[in-house]
């Protein structure tokens, strides 16, 4: 689903933030991306939803070669992707419903869809009732988990979360994580960027650590 061949990626300016990254997430995995602040891994999940290019190496999705994908043609790799972002990235003038229904709306969904599965979006994260709530009437966490509803609203093939659990309690992080294996169970592919020591030490998934931008693969119990 996801293949990285040989991928660094160098900020204009700024220090190398990947390095000669290889690795391949399959179809319906699930796996944690880990590693010290300032590792790589938004750098990482960034690549993936184009949101930044490599500065060599290639990177395919779905079998598809993206390395130099065409900016006209990243909506439609958009499309198949749900990203949670760290700091939420809410449209602050716009309800919590309207928040989620964005992706729904760019594919042009028919609006009784719109509403059923904004709906059934937001009964997953437990906010039904904040539907007509603007974000700033909610909390960190809540607007946390608005973020987690409108990536998964349009069923992407891949889910891509950049320390979705970083402003929940623990109960809700394994709320959250219960949510994210659901995803997975019915194919799913999830790739979660974590720093949370208990959700990595209670979950057997996959785990690929970066460390000052190259990737290893952790093997479990090491
Ligand atoms: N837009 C940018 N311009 C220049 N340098 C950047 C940019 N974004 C990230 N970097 C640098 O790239 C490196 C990797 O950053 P990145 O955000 O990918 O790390 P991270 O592992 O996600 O960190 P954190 O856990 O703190 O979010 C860092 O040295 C960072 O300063």
């Known amino acids: 689903m996801i293949r990285f061949q040989q991928v660094s990626k160098a900020y204009r300016g700024g ?12 179809k319906g995995e699930m796996a944690f991306l880990t590693g010290h602040s300032g590792a790589g891994k938004s750098t990482l999940l960034k690549l993936i939803a184009a949101v930044e290019r490599p500065s060599d190496g290639r990177i395919f999705f779905n079998d598809h070669d993206i390395t130099r994908i065409d900016s006209h043609q990243i909506p439609f ?13 809410l449209l ?5 419903f309207d928040n989620v229904a964005l992706p729904l709306q760019i594919a042009q969904s ?40 409108r990536a998964v ?27 994210f294996a659901e995803f997975n169970r019915v194919g799913v592919s999830v790739l979660m960027a974590t720093h949370d020591t208990s959700l990595l030490s209670r979950h057997s998934y996959r785990r690929l650590e970066l460390h000052q931008g ?4 952790v093997t479990y119990g090491a």
Do not use: W
Not at 92 to 96: E, I, S, Y
């Open 15 to 26: 220090r190398q933030a990947l390095q000669k990254v290889d690795f391949h997430l399959g």
């Open 77 to 89: 790799l958009r499309r198949h992707i749900g990203m949670i972002f760290q700091d939420h990235r």
């Open 92 to 96: 602050m003038d716009r309800t919590v």
């Open 110 to 149: 028919p609006a009784g869809d719109v509403k059923r599965r904004v709906s059934a979006a937001l009964d997953k994260v437990g906010l039904l009732d904040k539907a007509q709530c603007l974000p700033i009437q909610l909390s960190g966490g809540e607007q946390q988990r608005v973020g987690i509803a």
């Open 153 to 179: 609203v349009n069923k992407p093939l891949v889910v891509l979360a950049d320390e979705p659990t970083g402003n929940l309690d623990a109960d809700l992080s394994q709320q959250m994580m219960g949510l």
């Open 214 to 217: 190259s990737l290893r693969e």
